[in-house]
T-cell receptor, first 113, second 116 residues
Framework: QKEVEQNSGPLSVPEGAIASLNCTYS??????FFWYRQYSGKSPELIMS????GDKEDGRFTAQLNKASQYVSLLIRDSQPSDSATYLC?????????????FGKGTTLSVSS | GAGVSQSPRYKVAKRGQDVALRCDPI?????LFWYQQALGQGPEFLTY????????KSGLPSDRFFAERPEGSVSTLKIQRTQQEDSAVYLC??????????????FGPGTRLTVL
């Protein structure tokens, strides 16, 4: 069972709309959650981290975490064509082998002008 | 340097060849990570170093994969007897602190390996 699940998309939204990206994870002990943005052919770039239940806002981005439901989401307000990319959800998983950052497959977002 | 650098950026190998991929982390960063990203997938963890110590190699897919960071700075990921399923982008990331994966990781541009 994949530890971090995302809908691969593509998610298509018009310019100016709100894009909602969702992620679920299986490890109830996880405490650290990240959203990375990856443009085609480029490396992942961290855009948000969240550690506590609730919302965390940074500019046009809001991360939401619900540990009881094992759910983390990313909202992008006033979406721009430059937001078109793959968004990767990543979760810290601690096991006997060690601590690892586990990524989902990513959701592809397309913002049309 | 300004960021994580990796070389080569592209590598084409014939099946059975050995390859070595290099990562230069951000200066002063203690932790270094290697990931494998197949097309259409998210990065998958391979291994983690804290300084020169390899603390976690649970993600290495087979004993053909070997990583080292002998002086606690530059790291090399070596793949012996490459197979077609090894074709992927290999990403290196570094982070400043010793808190394992919890600290922000900064990714390099990756090495795209194609095995023919």
């Amino acid at each position: 069972q994949k530890e971090v699940e995302q809908n691969s998309g593509p998610l298509s939204v018009p310019e100016g709309a709100i894009a909602s990206l969702n992620c679920t994870y299986s490890d109830r002990g996880s405490q650290s959650f990240f959203w990375y943005r990856q443009y085609s052919g480029k490396s992942p770039e961290l855009i948000m981290s969240i550690y506590s239940n609730g919302d965390k806002e940074d500019g046009r981005f809001t991360a939401q975490l619900n540990k009881a439901s094992q759910y983390v989401s990313l909202l992008i307000r006033d979406s721009q064509p430059s937001d078109s990319a793959t968004y990767l959800c990543a979760v810290i998983v601690i096991s006997q082998a060690g601590t690892a950052l586990i990524f989902g497959k990513g959701t592809t977002l397309s913002v049309s002008s | 340097g300004a960021g994580v650098s990796q070389s080569p950026r592209y590598k084409v190998a014939k099946r059975g060849q050995d390859v070595a991929l290099r990562c230069d982390p951000i200066s002063g960063h203690v932790s270094l990570f290697w990931y494998q990203q197949a097309l259409g997938q998210g990065p998958e963890f391979l291994t983690y170093f804290q300084n020169e110590a390899q603390l976690d190699k649970s993600g290495l897919p087979s004993d053909r994969f070997f990583a080292e960071r002998p002086e606690g700075s530059v790291s090399t990921l070596k793949i012996q007897r490459t197979q077609q399923e090894d074709s992927a982008v290999y990403l290196c990331a570094s982070s400043l602190e010793t808190s394992g994966s919890t600290d922000t990781q900064y990714f390099g541009p990756g090495t795209r390996l194609t095995v023919l």
